[in-house]
């Protein structure tokens, strides 16, 4: 089975600090890795995904994450993050299924 | 392009009353999901259809919901008798498998509010 563990309900930043949100997943296997964000009132959008290769993927928006396999984690990262990244943010798993597993999501406030 | 729209934004509903939510998705996507969102819970698996293949319905909480989905496009997700606790974000979500993407688009969501 797989599972997805997002620790951080919430997490609050100063405008223009850097940004780490955890995600630990759970899979027998070399997994599929997701991360989407969620904007108030709006579905949600992907950001980047790892498959295989380089570890280090770059998405959308300045995102990146980084898969570590001994670990079992892929944290998103952001270097200097801004007003409009308060959103919700989800990292998905599957093993090759299309039907991933989502965890229960970490809320990014941003503060001026 | 258009992305996937849902129909109603907002949903408001006495408890023990019928309701339908509609999903059109992005046409050419042959993938369909419908996700329950409740406040602080995540995403909720319900249901998933790929072309014409049996749904896949391992996730639906209940008897009481249901889904279909018209000629591989548009779906419909029923839910009787509504309770209170089926109050939440449903969000439909859509994606062309075997392209090795396995990227999912999903709609803004419907709000449904049991009273």
């Known amino acids: 089975a797989q599972s997805v563990t997002q620790p951080d309900i919430h997490i609050t930043v100063s405008e223009g600090a850097s940004l780490e949100l955890r995600c630990n997943y759970s899979y027998g296997a070399t997994p599929y890795l997701f991360w989407y964000v969620q904007s108030p009132g709006q579905g949600l959008q992907l950001l980047l995904k790892y498959f295989s290769g380089d570890t280090l993927v770059q998405g959308i928006k300045g995102f990146e994450a980084e898969f570590k396999r001994s670990q079992s984690s892929f944290n998103l990262r952001k270097p200097s993050v801004h007003w409009s990244d308060a959103a919700e943010y989800f990292c998905a798993v599957t093993g090759g299924s299309y039907i991933p597993t989502f965890g229960r999501g970490t809320s990014l406030i941003v503060h001026p | 392009g258009a992305g996937v729209s849902q129909s109603p934004s907002n949903k408001v509903t006495e408890k023990g009353k019928d309701v339908e939510l509609r999903c059109d998705p992005i046409?050419?996507?042959?993938?369909l999901y419908w996700y329950r969102q409740s406040l602080g819970q995540g995403l909720e698996f319900l249901i998933y259809f790929q072309g014409n293949s049996a749904p896949d319905k391992s996730g639906l909480p209940s008897d009481r919901f249901s889904a279909e989905r018209t000629g591989g496009s548009v779906s419909t997700l029923t839910i009787q008798r509504t309770q209170q606790e089926d109050s939440a974000v449903y969000l439909c979500a859509t994606m062309t498998p075997g392209t090795g993407s396995y990227e999912q688009y999903f709609g803004p969501g419907t709000r449904l509010t049991v009273t």
């Open positions: 046409s050419g996507h042959t993938a």
